[in-house]
């Protein structure tokens, strides 16, 4: 079973900080993504990576970037946490035609 | 450019009743497209696919969907509503390939599936 994990499920940060989320997938996969969810919008693009240290931005960009060292490993990194970045961030891995999704970080920005 | 649109933010339905979801898409080349459900507070799981192989593509759970070109829609039905099926459900088509190759995903507004007892 094609596992994808994050670091945490659930993050509360003041206005301001710096935050790392994590997210490793046990697949081999070139392609990793970082989706933000907001109710009424789906789920939109903010960063992919095609291979270890290669990006590309998505959709919504601004204000985050991203860090891909290793293979299984894609972190997202908010430079300066604002409170309109509090949402559900959702991390997926795959290859054409199939993504896998990981149980998502709730975070709130204070 | 590509996209989707799902015709309903919520449906309900009654258990041993059938469901529709409705989905209609634009794309500039015959797309690939996508059902995604999403269980609460569980991450998003494929449900389906079309990648140009048959029209009528059967998925997990007892779902299947139907790809119409001539009326740009990917309906997902399930002929008989289990209290399990609620769930937000996403459709989502492949846009074309980025200057790395890669593909993005573009994801509808999604369907919140209420189903009673």
């Known amino acids: 079973d094609v596992k994808v994990t994050q670091s945490s499920r659930y993050l509360v940060k003041r206005t301001g900080e710096k935050v790392f989320l994590e997210c490793v997938q046990d697949m081999d996969h070139e392609n990793m993504f970082w989706y933000r969810q907001d109710p009424g919008l789906g789920l939109r693009l903010i960063y992919f990576s095609y291979d270890v240290k290669m990006k590309e931005k998505g959709d919504i960009p601004e204000g985050y970037s991203v860090s891909r060292e290793k293979k299984?490993?894609?972190?997202?990194?908010?430079?300066s946490a604002s409170t309109n970045q509090t949402s559900m961030y959702l991390c997926?891995?795959?290859?054409?035609?199939?993504?896998?999704?990981?149980?998502?970080?709730?975070?709130?920005?204070? | 450019a590509q996209s989707v649109t799902q015709l309903d933010s919520h449906v309900s339905v009654s258990e041993g009743t059938p469901v529709l979801l409705r989905c209609n898409y634009s794309s500039s080349y015959s797309p690939s497209l996508f059902w995604y459900v999403q269980h609460p507070n569980k991450g998003l799981q494929l449900l389906l696919k079309y990648?140009?192989?048959?029209?009528?593509?059967?998925?997990?759970?007892?779902?299947?969907?139907?790809?119409?070109?001539?009326e740009t829609s990917f309906h997902l039905t399930k002929p008989s509503a289990h209290m399990s099926d609620a769930a937000e459900y996403f459709c989502v088509v492949r846009g074309p390939p980025t200057t790395s190759?890669?593909?993005?995903?573009?994801?509808?507004?999604?369907?919140?599936l209420k189903v009673l007892a």
């Open chain 1, 92 to 110: 997926a891995s795959g290859s054409l035609n199939e993504q896998y999704f990981g149980p998502g970080t709730r975070l709130t920005v204070t």
């Open chain 1, 72 to 79: 299984e490993r894609f972190s997202l990194i908010l430079e």
């Open chain 2, 101 to 112: 190759g890669t593909y993005k995903y573009i994801f509808g507004t999604g369907t919140r």
């Open chain 2, 51 to 70: 990648t140009s192989a048959a029209t009528l593509v059967k998925g997990i759970n007892g779902f299947e969907a139907e790809f119409k070109k001539s």
